[in-house]
């Protein structure tokens, strides 16, 4: 399995940005997805994840009412809308695909078996 993440860049602050994440090996339709965040000397903190069916969402207070998953299922892709970014969203982003199917939804790393590479977003204040 193999997680394809993009979208990641520098942006203003209050400025948007839409990550995506494509999957290979396995298909996003049966399971869970997740996005992370994570900055230099602190651990990966899970932003967004949406059950297998796609109907649940979850996120942490500090993203609540800013970001939005989404699965796009056509595509085998997973997309992570971010809204009225703030220099604290600055990090390295994650997405990840839980390890059991059917799941729903978790924000919590252990819960997740495969991470993409990563990509960068950037919120100058």
């Known amino acids: 399995v193999q997680l394809q993440a993009s979208g990641g860049g520098v942006v203003q602050a209050g400025g948007s940005l839409r990550l995506s994440c494509t999957a290979s090996?396995?298909?996003?339709?049966?399971?869970?997805m997740g996005w992370a965040r994570q900055v230099p000397g602190k651990e990966r903190v899970l932003v967004a994840t949406?059950?297998?069916?796609?109907?649940?969402?979850y996120y942490p207070d500090s993203v609540l009412g800013r970001f939005s998953i989404s699965k796009i299922t056509a595509n085998n892709t997973v997309w992570l809308q971010m809204n009225s970014l703030e220099p604290e969203d600055t990090g390295v982003y994650y997405c990840?695909?839980?390890?059991?199917?059917?799941?729903?939804?978790?924000?919590?790393?252990?819960?997740?078996?495969?991470w993409g590479q990563g990509t960068l977003v950037t919120v100058s204040s």
């Open positions: 990840a695909m839980s390890v059991r199917p059917y799941g729903a939804g978790s924000l919590r790393s252990i819960d997740y078996d495969y």
């Open positions: 090996g396995r298909t996003v339709t049966n399971y869970a």
């Open positions: 949406i059950n297998w069916t796609g109907r649940s969402t």
